[in-house]
């Protein structure tokens, strides 16, 4: 089970509720002038939020109801892949405007939660027409593990990406078996792995595999390296100060979240109070002896599974205004793993 979990840390992706807040005011006027016409492109759907939705108290950039601001810039990180926390489904859903629930809120006359939105009106027709091509014209994104530079995935006929230069049912290209005992690398079939070792008909180096390090199926935690076989901690070195608490104070210590007299679930992020709130410090939602950071160990702290939303064990993903970036994460986890110092 751990490795398990392990493998899944180190596939991270990403989160938070597009339970837009009813909002009973409109920066519109009758003297507005007409909208123009519409192009489906980011630039013309963030006018039409500012038109619609960025009055105060409602998705505005200062405290934004639901902590979605549909007005800053970096519009399309806080919607496209983000998960609703409050409803089932995601915000933005590249390619397929019909299921993702910022499209189903706009044009449903009863959403399945909450209301219709915005609450001023239902938008033109030109304008929900806009939007829905703006979704569908998103392309799908690519595995969670694939990298800019990642060929297209090759599922062969199944639901999951296969490595065509690793897999032997798939050596080379889909369907192409090798024969029983054969091992395939770099795409084609051979009869032993050489210098390398096998792990599970795949051929891996076990001195340097993150995935398989000393042993098959031995994955290292996010914020660790395989060297000689042993999973350590990543050479560079995270301070907190500097690298941490920045982007604990840009995305969880904000007003009416981890901050303030009553923090939510009483963990204060803020300046010189996060650090003593998380280390060695029992997390309140659990009853089985977890923490939210225990130095050294990314994978059994848990405040890296409330950001990837993986083995929680109450409440939603952290935090709500959206999933943090993969960088951000590895500068969390690596300080964690460094035995999360005070510098």
Not at 88 to 115: I, N, W
Not at 234 to 251: E, G, H, L, N
């Amino acid at each position: 089970m751990k490795h398990m979990r392990l493998q899944r840390i180190a596939a991270f992706l990403s989160v938070s509720s597009l339970a837009i807040a009813a909002c009973s005011s409109t920066t519109g006027t009758d003297t507005d002038p007409p909208a123009t016409t519409c192009k489906p492109d980011l630039e013309s759907i963030q006018q039409i939020f500012q038109r619609s939705c960025a009055q105060q108290g409602c998705h505005a950039a200062a405290e934004p109801a639901a902590a979605l601001d549909l007005v800053s810039p970096g519009l399309e990180a806080r919607l496209v892949g983000v998960p609703a926390a409050s409803c089932d489904g995601t915000r933005v859903v590249p390619g397929d405007p019909e299921q993702s629930f910022l499209y189903h809120k706009m044009v449903a006359e009863m959403p399945a939660c909450g209301l219709r939105m915005p609450l001023a009106g239902a938008l033109p027709a030109e304008e929900l027409a806009c939007i829905e091509q703006w979704i569908a014209a998103l392309p799908s994104a690519p595995p969670p593990d694939a990298g800019p530079d990642a060929p297209s995935c090759e599922t062969c006929g199944g639901a999951t990406c296969v490595d065509v230069t690793t897999d032997p049912a798939h050596c080379g290209a889909c369907n192409a078996p090798c024969a029983a005992g054969e091992v395939c690398i770099a795409g084609a079939c051979a009869a032993n792995c050489g210098m390398l070792d096998k792990c599970g008909g795949t051929c891996v180096d076990l001195q340097n595999d993150p995935t398989n390090c000393g042993t098959c199926g031995n994955a290292c935690a996010t914020g660790q390296t395989c060297a000689a076989g042993q999973c350590t901690c990543a050479a560079a070195t995270v301070s907190f100060a500097t690298d941490v608490q920045p982007i604990f104070t840009a995305s969880c210590a904000g007003a009416g979240c981890h901050r303030g007299v009553m923090p939510q679930a009483g963990l204060d992020l803020s300046v010189g109070k996060s650090r003593a709130a998380l280390v060695d410090v029992p997390a309140s939602q659990c009853n089985d002896g977890r923490v939210r950071v225990l130095p050294g160990e990314p994978s059994q702290s848990y405040i890296v599974d409330k950001m990837m939303g993986l083995d929680m064990c109450m409440g939603t993903m952290m935090p709500k205004s959206g999933s943090v970036p993969t960088a951000q994460l590895e500068i969390i986890t690596n300080w964690i793993c460094a035995g999360a110092p005070d510098n």
